[in-house]
């Protein structure tokens, strides 16, 4: 039961339903005595019987008392099966530790948006991170620190890009960002400030403060490339291993004429050039 007129027209999310909760069960309360006075007086005009009062008293007494308690009962069964609904599709789609896009789903998503970015004769750009020495940061503060700050370096993203912007986790400490309609020029800015910000970051961990870097690979494309998103994770794949061999905490792009980079901050940073 989708009562989409009570929400504008649109489908009823989990959290639509529980709101609306009482407005629903109101609504198919009116319904239900109108209808069973409409039903009422249908039978009596065509028994012949006498519209007596007391028919009439029964019609709307009877769907006021059974409505409610009815239709409660199937609004929290329903507000329950499309919670669970929504929690197995966000695992499905979701890393369960980091909540971004997993590889698949995020893969998937920017190549809807490449394909519209190419009918739209539109520059897309990808851009893959990874964070810098993560191993070290598992083996000598353990697997729980590893995951905080994966963690850590989620929120940075989620806080940088645009709601039009696609991020996922690609697996392990490698991650991927797509920037529709975004010249590479304009995601080296969007990039350069994750880079600092990670930089910056000192995460408080069994009172120790964690600091760690990220190294990212950027590639632009445009008309028939976009029609393969590998184009794209490849490109930027190649760049983000040149990164690393530059000396980490840095971004490459296709074209070393317009770098935007940092240095390794285990050995000192700089801000970007």
Same mark, same amino acid.
């Given at each position: 039961?989708?009562?989409?007129? #009570?929400?504008?027209?649109?489908?009823?999310?989990?959290?639509?339903?529980?709101?609306? $909760?009482?407005?629903?069960?109101?609504?198919?309360?009116?319904?239900?005595?109108?209808?069973?006075?409409?039903? *009422?007086?249908?039978?009596?005009?065509? *028994?012949?019987?006498?519209?007596?009062?007391?028919?009439?008293?029964?019609?709307?007494?009877?769907?006021?008392?059974?409505?409610?308690?009815?239709?409660?009962?199937?609004?929290? #069964?329903?507000?329950?099966?499309?919670?669970?609904?929504?929690?197995?599709?966000?695992?499905?789609?979701?890393?369960?530790?980091?909540?971004?896009? $997993?590889?698949?789903?995020?893969? *998937?998503?920017?190549?809807?948006?490449?394909?519209?970015?190419? $009918?739209?004769?539109? *520059?897309?750009?990808?851009?893959?991170?990874?964070?810098?020495?993560?191993?070290?940061?598992?083996?000598?503060?353990?697997?729980?620190?590893?995951?905080?700050?994966?963690?850590?370096?989620?929120?940075?993203?989620?806080?940088?890009?645009?709601?039009?912007?696609?991020?996922?986790?690609?697996?392990?400490?490698?991650?991927?960002?797509?920037?529709?309609?975004?010249?590479?020029?304009?995601? #080296?800015?969007?990039?350069?400030?994750? $880079?600092?910000?990670?930089?910056?970051?000192?995460?408080?961990?069994?009172?120790?403060?964690?600091?760690?870097?990220?190294?990212?690979?950027?590639?632009?494309?445009?008309?028939?490339?976009?029609?393969?998103?590998?184009?794209?994770?490849?490109?930027?794949?190649?760049?983000?291993?040149?990164?690393?061999?530059?000396?980490?905490?840095?971004?490459?792009?296709?074209?070393?004429?317009?770098?935007?980079?940092?240095?390794?901050?285990?050995?000192?940073?700089?801000?970007?050039?």
């Amino acid at each position: 039961m989708v009562l989409e007129f #009570l929400n504008n027209g649109v489908p009823m999310t989990h959290e639509d339903r529980t709101n609306k $909760r009482w407005l629903i069960i109101a609504t198919i309360t009116v319904i239900a005595v109108s209808a069973s006075l409409a039903i *009422t007086y249908a039978v009596l005009w065509l *028994t012949g019987y006498d519209m007596l009062p007391m028919f009439f008293i029964i019609a709307t007494v009877a769907p006021l008392l059974i409505a409610p308690v009815t239709t409660w009962s199937i609004i929290s #069964l329903l507000v329950n099966i499309q919670k669970l609904e929504e929690a197995y599709r966000n695992l499905a789609t979701h890393d369960d530790l980091t909540r971004l896009l $997993r590889r698949g789903t995020f893969l *998937t998503q920017s190549q809807t948006f490449a394909c519209l970015c190419a $009918r739209n004769k539109q *520059t897309m750009s990808f851009a893959t991170l990874d964070l810098d020495r993560f191993k070290d940061v598992n083996d000598q503060h353990g697997h729980g620190a590893g995951d905080e700050v994966l963690k850590a370096f989620a929120d940075i993203l989620r806080q940088s890009i645009r709601a039009s912007d696609l991020a996922g986790r690609l697996g392990g400490e490698e991650f991927a960002i797509a920037l529709p309609a975004t010249s590479v020029q304009e995601a #080296l800015i969007v990039l350069e400030r994750i $880079r600092i910000k990670t930089e910056q970051t000192e995460l408080p961990y069994l009172g120790k403060a964690l600091r760690f870097t990220v190294s990212i690979g950027v590639s632009d494309a445009h008309g028939k490339q976009l029609e393969d998103i590998d184009y794209l994770i490849k490109s930027s794949d190649a760049q983000l291993y040149e990164a690393k061999r530059r000396g980490r905490n840095r971004i490459e792009r296709d074209s070393p004429d317009d770098l935007f980079s940092g240095f390794d901050s285990t050995q000192g940073s700089t801000p970007a050039q």
